[in-house]
């Protein structure tokens, strides 16, 4: 299963890269997934496994890091999960 984790970290600090933000990309960048920063946030996906230990990476490292506030979203990418069984109701 592949998963994709958003991401942001605060305080923001508008003069520079804090060293909250630096350790957050480094977790996903040193966890081997495809990242995409964005002006709200950055997304990082792989597979399930790379991006689970990532996260949890992530919230320490940023922690540690100074950060105050993390937000984090996982959504599933083409689970491969079956679909609702014929007769379902959607």
Sequence with gaps: MRLMV??????FEL???PDHARAAR???????LAVSV?????SAEGEA?????A??????DTLDAGATRI?????VL??????????DAP
């Design 6 to 11: 958003e991401f942001t970290t605060e305080p």
């Design 15 to 17: 003069d520079g890269f």
């Design 26 to 32: 480094r977790a996903v960048d040193e966890a081997g």
């Design 38 to 42: 964005g002006p709200f946030g950055t």
């Design 49 to 53: 496994e790379q991006a689970l230990a």
């Design 55 to 60: 996260v949890t990476r992530l919230l320490r």
């Design 71 to 75: 937000s984090v979203q996982v959504s």
């Design 78 to 87: 083409g689970d491969g999960r079956p679909g609702p069984a014929e007769g």
